[in-house]
């Protein structure tokens, strides 16, 4: 059973939500997020808050429970203000440049990689830092999941691309005799 799913969830100013159809929708003054939702939770929309109920006691429905509130959580909150994920890129000759809607990287390949960017995600780079941000945050940190992906960091000298706040472990060299 999930703790998290059983408050209530508040929904904020400016934002309307509604559920027709197994599709669940949330406008706010940034755009509109849906989301399929399967037919396990119950969901109620009452006096500016969202209930969730499991339809049946099956493992599914328990375990969709807490999720699905996780989900209408993050819409809420990403059509209100919009998440971002930064990316540091480390190391001699690495960059990032935005050339129109793709993202051009010197990775320390002999090649540059070219990765377009999706329409409703904004990529910013700065020096050796890469904003993604957008209302959706599945999106945004897939998006920044795939650019990390294509050269992590690596732990002896720290090259490669890594999240801001992720803490990378150094290993220590080979010594001298």
Known sequence: ???????????????????SGGIFTVKGPLGTLTKIMKPHIR?????GAITLEPTNQSLQAKALWGTYAA????????????FERKLIIEGIGYKADIKGK??????GFSHTITVPIPS?????????????SGMDRERVGQFAAQVRS?????PYLGKGVHY???????????KAA
Do not use: Y
Request: aromatic share 2%.
């Open 43 to 47: 969901f109620t929309i009452e006096k």
């Open 150 to 154: 294509l050269k992590k960091p690596e």
């Open 164 to 174: 801001s706040d992720e803490v990378v472990r150094r290993k220590q060299g080979k």
């Open 1 to 19: 059973m999930s703790r998290i799913a059983k408050k209530p969830i508040m929904i904020p100013a400016k934002t309307e939500a509604s559920f």
């Open 120 to 132: 409703d995600l904004a990529v910013k780079s700065e020096k050796n830092t890469v904003t993604i």
């Open 71 to 82: 989900h209408l959580r993050n819409m809420l909150a990403g059509v209100n203000k919009a």
């Open 102 to 107: 793709d993202i051009v990287l010197a990775l």
